[in-house]
């Protein structure tokens, strides 16, 4: 999408002559025919919305009727629960990932990466740590782009326990978890993982930062220029154009992580139609004081994202995994994965990755403990 000057879907100006007037009525109303008002986009969201919803309620029913009827599987059986916690949650997961990432498409046309790293530069560590955090919760963040955000946020004057901070906050606590959490398992348990993510990134971050290891940073990070005030071009976008960016998101961001959602939500089914009931508590349980950081252990070497471990979640709490140790385990292959690590690698000497393992993961250990012995 053209952002330098040109309108894109945007509505074209109005036609004007040489001295800024503008033309005829007759020459306006093409134009006006091509950019339907604000209410015509309402209305086609309201039905879009209306379609969504109807779409949603309807999988229970008919998870049952094609396990039950159309495959002809018994009620009850281990491959019976299997498929229908698939044919359920698959659809399910991906309505809600679809709505959520068009929602924060559109809200990112307002807000970018480039004005994150203005607004944390300008700001004392401890605000900006702060901030920096719930910043990472709506800006766009995966492994791969680790390294750019990282070398953009240092040469923009962000301190590292700032940039650290987002760094944590924005694949713990993205918006796609968050939503899913909701959807899932309800308000509770999703403000929850909120609460406690942010809490982990912002004194992480804090922690990192006191320590000053700028020093453990390579060389050539420094070396390479500042990219000025990072100011840019105006522009002022028609709802076309924002509408046009939650779709471009909801290709993007879908289109790439749906194999991993199908993937999680089929070790969930798996979980939860051939593991016995509440044998995932003599694993998982808060009984078992080596379980949160078994569990923390145990996500390091995996690579998934919220979407696709979310369904896994699930299936381990319907089978009597507790709540801490479940989010410990959620937190450590979002937050903590080794592929990240390999990646940071390439900025970070060896020392402040492990330095930056060692205090999310004693975070995460406390989260861990704290839920079992509180819920």
Known sequence: MEMNGKR?????PPNEGEAGERTSSV??????????PVSKYLLFGILILGAWWSLYRSLPPFSKWLTYELLSLSMGSRLGSAVEFFVYDAPKVILLLTLVVFGVGVLRSFFTPERARRILAGNRE??????????????????????????????SGVPLGVTFSFLISAPMVNEIALVLLYGLFGWKVA?????????????????????GMERHVEPWVYAIPG???????????SWLDRIGYG?????????????????GIAVGAVIHGYVPENFMAGIMGAQAWWSV????????PMYSNAAGIIPVVQALLGKGAALGTVLAFMMSVIGLSFPEMVILRKVLKVRLIGTFVGVVGLGILIVGYLFNVLL
Do not use: Q
């Open 8 to 12: 894109g879907r945007g509505c074209p």
């Open 27 to 36: 020459a306006a109303e093409p134009i006006a025919a091509e950019c339907p």
């Open 126 to 155: 401890s605000a900006g740590n702060v901030l920096a955090a719930l910043l990472g919760i709506v800006t766009p963040f995966c492994s791969c782009s680790a390294v750019p955000l990282f070398i953009g946020f240092v040469t």
């Open 191 to 211: 403000a929850i993982y909120a609460g406690t993510g942010l809490s982990i990134a912002m004194v992480s971050g804090w922690v990192i930062g006191r320590l």
């Open 227 to 237: 990219g000025g005030n990072g100011e840019e071009p105006g522009k002022r976008l």
């Open 247 to 263: 779709l471009d998101a909801v290709r993007d961001i879908v289109g790439k992580v749906w194999p991993y959602v199908l993937a």
């Open 293 to 300: 950081p078994l569990a923390v252990l145990l996500g390091i």
